[in-house]
């Protein structure tokens, strides 16, 4: 093991002529009708099992592109790898093999762009689940990297199509296809919601209820994972619980598992198809009161962020907002990087020496991985913001468009080199502090009492840091002052919140209730 380590840190192997055995993959006539354009990925493993990621198995990607029936490619020494940069720093062994094509789509958006990207085919940017995608068997393999004779690998397997859960009394799915994100990618393109009922729903036809918008990651389950039998099912099914309904989006794109609820020049206009398009039919197929008075919204980590950013560019559509360990509020604190100040997002530089930035910590102040372990595991995973990713998607979000059609890397993902002059074009679009301190002349009447924000002093992914930037600016606040809550829980990591049980949905329902009667309009 200590020699494998050592191995690890050994410079990138990438000049032409390195003698190292190379691993052809054949795509299969049976799996293809075809040419395929994608991303080839190979994994290596001493057991059966393959686990890619920061501290994972070792993982190597080539893009390859119309590679047709009947032909192959090749992953060489030059093919970047995590955590083991080239095939030439693999140790003399047995392994298992085995061997994905990522497929990618043609796009030809309303921007003028043609751009190759994975379609999200309902696993929510999982390229190991995605339907179409193509695999190898697993194949143990004896590997010398040193030897002239290429490993054969074959993908002859295809991911089949999958089945949408279906509704039940308690809980429904609604998908449209919007016409704004149609229009802008020029193919059709679906959002969707999935819904969890009230009591007594069907029994009062005639009731009009309020929502809570429940935000996280991609996933069609129910809310509050309903449905399992757990004593959240007991709850929401007895008279204690409020009568509500639970939403959660799905609104997973070519970029990532979800859009964060934001129009973006990369992404497209999600922000307005949610709010014009799939909120309305939501609210008109499940008699919701339909006024923002009768709408909140709440969610944790990347849901907390479209939380904080739907309540802040929608001001007056929504009547509160619940946001739980936020992702970066402040584009100061990009987690631990100062993206507006800081030269490398990598590393910390001195005279004579260069620290690496953590990207994940323990709440015991362990360090998990660096910031730049993850972004070149994205990057092995697919290039040009593909790998369905956290930075590939916040770079696609928050970044403007490159001239390839691509987000504009607001740092060079191998070296960490930021570009501040994406990262200012970033921060004014949606460093949401920054738009709430220039703005709040116009927003500060708005978000009067709208605004809890909640954070462990501990984030596992140092959130808090962009939390107590925002907490700063709005105590300040004047003329009006912002009148919400911001809460921190000591050594809390992230998934903290102050609220136990139910407790936070029984507030939301005492919000709204108190909401409804001060503008004069009921259920």
């Known amino acids: 093991m200590k020699h494998l380590l050592q191995l690890l840190f050994l410079p990138l192997v990438l000049a032409s002529g390195v003698a190292a055995q190379t691993v052809t993959v054949r795509l299969a006539h049976k799996a293809a009708d075809g040419p395929i354009t994608g991303r080839l990925l190979l994994m290596l493993s001493r057991t059966e099992r393959f686990r890619p990621g920061e501290n994972g198995t070792p993982i190597f990607g080539i893009d390859v592109r119309e590679l047709a029936p009947g032909q192959a490619a090749t992953i060489g ?17 047995e392994y298992w093999a085995q061997a994905y094509l990522h497929v990618y789509t043609t796009f030809e958006r309303a921007d003028g762009h043609t751009v190759l990207l994975p379609m999200d085919r309902g696993e929510g940017q999982r390229w ?5 995608n193509l695999f190898s068997q ?16 074959t993908l002859d397997q295809v991911i089949p199509p999958i089945e949408p859960p279906a509704d039940t009394a308690w809980v429904k799915r609604v998908r449209i296809e919007s016409a704004l994100l149609t229009t802008f990618w020029g193919r059709p393109m679906h ?37 399992r039998g757990g004593e959240f099912d007991r709850y929401w099914k007895s008279d204690a619980a409020p009568k509500l309904i639970l939403v959660t989006f799905q609104h997973a794109n070519p970029y990532y598992d979800d859009s964060y609820a934001v129009n973006s020049a990369n992404l497209g206009p999600y922000g307005d198809a949610i709010v014009q398009e799939l ?10 009161i339909g006024t923002p008075h009768g709408r909140v919204l709440t969610g944790g980590s990347t849901g907390g962020w479209i939380a904080a950013a739907m309540q802040v560019l929608y001001p007056d559509f929504f009547g509160g907002c619940w946001s739980f360990f936020p992702d970066q509020l402040d584009f100061r604190n990009y987690q631990i990087v100062n993206i507006l100040a800081d030269e490398n997002a990598y590393y910390l530089e001195h005279e004579w020496s260069r620290v690496a930035r953590p ?17 070149l595991l994205e990057e092995v995973i697919g290039t040009r913001y593909r790998s369905g990713g956290q930075w590939a998607i916040w770079n696609a979000v928050f970044a403007p468009v490159a001239e ?54 501990m984030d596992n992914y140092y959130l808090e840091g962009g939390v107590y930037r925002m907490e700063e600016f709005l105590e300040r606040t004047e003329a009006p002052h912002y009148g919400g809550v911001v809460e921190y829980g000591p050594r809390g990591g992230h998934g903290w919140s102050p609220f136990e049980g139910n407790e936070l949905l029984e507030e939301l329902a005492r919000h709204m209730e108190r909401e409804l009667e001060r503008a004069g309009t009921g259920q």
Do not use: C
């Open 77 to 93: 020494p030059g093919a970047l790898g995590h955590p083991v940069r080239s095939l030439a720093q693999i140790p003399a062994g």
């Open 128 to 132: 190991r689940r995605s339907p179409g």
């Open 138 to 153: 697993p194949t143990k393999i004896q590997f010398d990297p040193n030897a002239d004779e290429p490993i054969e690998l």
């Open 191 to 227: 959002i969707g919601a999935t819904v969890l009922l009230p009591r007594d729903f069907e029994a009062e036809p005639d009731r009009r209820y309020p929502v809570v918008y429940m935000q996280g990651h991609f996933s069609s389950r129910p809310p509050r994972g309903f449905g």
């Open 279 to 288: 909120i309305p039919e939501v609210e008109r197929r499940f008699r919701a």
């Open 359 to 375: 990207g994940k910590r323990r709440t015991d102040g362990n360090v998990d991985y660096t910031m730049e372990q993850e972004n």
């Open 404 to 457: 390839d059609g691509y987000p504009r890397p607001i740092w060079d993902p191998m070296t960490g080199v930021i570009d501040h002059e994406v990262a200012e074009w970033a921060r004014d679009h949606y460093d949401l502090r920054h738009i709430l301190e220039s703005r709040w002349s116009e927003l500060g009447p708005r978000l009067v009492g709208k605004l809890h924000l909640y954070v462990g002093r």
